[in-house]
């Protein structure tokens, strides 16, 4: 989670570990950065990989978005990962290559638009 655009990101992030609890499931923990400054993705993956997770929400920019998926596909093929609106454009298939194939991006869409 993006600590640096954290009315954004927080909010987000809590209101979707609630709703994942509220409906049976279990939320392992938060990891947070701040954008601009280098992640140590190995360590903060040991950390993510240790919980074992089924699902992993990416609560960042598309490019932050992008880089953190390349690096979970090659460390936690196996988990779900899914993006907040802010995180889900062409910018984040652009960097996450490959590595964005399957990813659930949340967005809403006025149909009447």
């Known amino acids: 989670m993006d600590i640096a655009n954290g009315s954004y990101s927080s ?9 994942f609890l509220r ?6 923990t938060e ?9 140590d993705f190995a360590t903060a993956l040991t950390r993510v990989d240790a919980q074992n997770p089924d699902a992993v929400v990416l609560v960042n920019s ?8 390349q690096h979970l596909r090659r460390t936690l093929p196996r988990v779900v990962m899914a ?9 984040y298939a652009q ?13 809403a869409v006025d149909l009447e638009s």
């Open 11 to 19: 909010s987000f992030g809590h209101a979707v570990a609630m709703e």
């Open 62 to 69: 598309p490019t932050d978005a992008g880089i953190a998926s």
């Open 83 to 91: 993006l907040s609106p802010w995180g889900a454009n062409t910018q």
């Open 31 to 39: 990891l947070g950065y701040w954008s601009g400054k280098s992640l």
């Open 95 to 107: 960097v996450g290559g490959k590595a964005s194939d399957g990813a659930i991006a949340l967005q």
């Open 23 to 28: 409906v049976g499931g279990a939320v392992a």
